[in-house]
């Protein structure tokens, strides 16, 4: 068991069984994709609203990893998430997919989130899930209390072959007080459960998964703006594109999907979370939790072949 920080037990609490299922639902807060400046569905009221009020519907917490250069150039991301259930951690300082966890990138998030929200963060998220060894040192130097990064999956596009990582929380051995809480994936097969992939393979795909493989006890599933309503950057693209046509899929039945996903796994005993709520969960109880050693992230990653995008 992990020991957590005396204040930050009187502080926060405990809020949930750790024996039932458990959901948290989380949101890289980030430019659009393929841009570098562009927040076309942040700043649309009327679009943002369709996402706001159906937070508001579900009565879901979130969790949102935000780029921390956002909180510096007056994007009204306090504002615009005021009626969300939400709290706020970190998803890099630039979200430079070639630097997602660099001593520099790390420090100037931390200090732009202390800026802006007048706390230090306590999650952290790097872009592309691109986390390494070196970046779990700062994390667990810089007294971050958990990392939300790893995919526990085979994700070729990506860079990376984590099937031999643990899919529950777990330790890492050299950094004691960092836990790593990975995303989702379907039981023994390893597809990842978010919202993309929901969409790319619909809700009734998931259901016969989960029906064959078993269900996890704790997932994480991951969003993007971009997935609750494709903005201009991807429709720009090509037609010949796979990545829109990825991305587009479903792009016009996205909130009946999600509603019907969470009805899904509310029916299935899942209660939603936070991120925050979990970790204290996790550390507070006697909750097995394994301790893997960190080079493990190491053995199996392939560099050469990581896409950038």
């Given at each position: 068991?992990?020991?957590?920080?005396?204040?930050?037990?009187?502080?926060?609490?405990?809020?949930?069984?750790?024996?039932?299922?458990?959901?948290?639902?989380?949101?890289?807060l980030e430019p659009d994709l393929y841009s570098k400046d562009s927040h076309e569905i942040l700043l649309d009221s009327d679009r943002f609203g369709q996402i706001e009020a159906f937070f508001a519907r579900n009565q879901l917490k979130l969790t949102t990893f935000v780029v921390a250069r956002m909180?510096?150039?007056?994007?009204?991301?306090?504002?615009?998430?005021?009626?969300?259930?939400?709290?706020?951690?970190?998803?890099?300082?630039?979200?430079?997919?070639?630097?997602?966890?660099?001593?520099?990138?790390i420090l100037r998030a931390k200090?732009?989130?202390?800026?802006?929200?007048?706390?230090?963060?306590?999650?952290?998220?790097?872009?592309?899930?691109?986390?390494s060894c070196a970046g779990l040192e700062v994390l667990h130097?810089?007294?971050?209390?958990?990392?939300?990064?790893?995919?526990?999956?085979?994700?070729p596009e990506l860079g990376f072959n984590y099937r031999h990582l643990p899919t529950k929380p777990w330790i890492y051995a050299e950094f004691p007080r960092l836990v790593e809480i990975p995303f989702a994936v379907v039981p023994t097969i390893r597809i990842v459960v978010s919202f993309s992939f929901l969409k790319l393979f619909g809700l009734s795909f998931y259901r016969i998964m989960?029906?064959?493989?078993?269900?996890?006890?704790?997932?994480?599933?991951?969003?993007?703006?971009?997935?609750?309503?494709?903005?201009?950057?991807?429709?720009?693209?090509?037609r010949s594109d796979w990545r829109r046509s990825a991305l587009m899929r479903n792009g016009n039945n996205t909130f009946y999907l999600l509603q019907g996903f969470i009805g899904f796994l509310r029916s299935k005993g899942f209660s939603f979370v936070s991120m925050n709520d979990l970790?204290?969960?996790?550390?507070?109880?006697?909750?097995?939790v394994p301790v893997i050693p960190v080079n493990g992230l190491r053995e199996s990653a392939y560099q050469e072949q990581r896409v950038y995008i």
């Open positions: 068991m992990v020991k957590l920080p005396d204040d930050f037990v009187r502080r926060e609490g405990v809020s949930f069984d750790m024996a039932h299922r458990i959901a948290c639902f989380t949101l890289d909180l510096e150039t007056g994007l009204p991301v306090r504002e615009k998430f005021s009626n969300i259930d939400t709290e706020f951690e970190l998803h890099s300082y630039s979200h430079n997919a070639r630097e997602p966890d660099t001593e520099e990138e200090e732009a989130y202390l800026n802006y929200f007048g706390r230090s963060p306590r999650g952290y998220r790097a872009p592309n899930g691109d986390i130097r810089e007294g971050f209390l958990y990392d939300a990064s790893v995919f526990p999956s085979w994700r989960f029906s064959m493989f078993g269900l996890p006890e704790i997932l994480v599933f991951d969003s993007h703006l971009h997935d609750f309503i494709p903005p201009e950057s991807i429709r720009r693209l090509p970790y204290r969960s996790l550390v507070g109880s006697k909750h097995d």
